[in-house]
């Protein structure tokens, strides 16, 4: 399909730019890579604070990963009886990382704004 590798570029642009626009860290994205994780047991973690460069609260924290399940960074787990309130990293997710060798880098002023408004406007 012509428009298949136009779609592909606007999807990894977008989550690229959603990881860098969140409070997530590096290490955060490599635990859920290895490690399922829900909401509440990142937030009870004592060491959340490495993982997320402010504290969140685990409804906010649950929305983060809602919007990165959006954009193809996460997935929800599959058990026996369906999804799971637990989260992993995706391939595309994997792929992401691999482009930055250290730390995900910050977005631009500007790129936090079109993040903002993508997540509260996405048809825009």
Request: proline share 6%; glycine share 8%.
């Amino acid at each position: 399909m012509k428009g298949q590798p136009h779609l592909q570029a606007r999807s990894w642009a977008r989550a690229s730019q959603a990881m860098r626009c969140l409070p997530f860290r590096r290490t955060f994205y490599e635990l859920v890579g290895t490690t399922p994780l829900s909401s509440s047991a990142f937030c009870r973690r004592a060491d959340a604070g490495q993982h997320c460069s402010c504290s969140l609260g685990s409804e906010r924290v649950e929305a983060h990963w809602i919007w990165l399940i959006q954009v193809g960074v996460l997935r929800r787990e599959v058990d026996g009886q369906g999804l799971t309130e637990r989260v992993r990293l995706t391939p595309m997710g994997r792929d992401l990382l691999e482009q930055w060798p250290g730390a995900i880098p910050a977005a631009s002023l500007l790129e936090r704004l079109q993040h903002q408004l993508r997540r509260s406007r996405p048809r825009l």
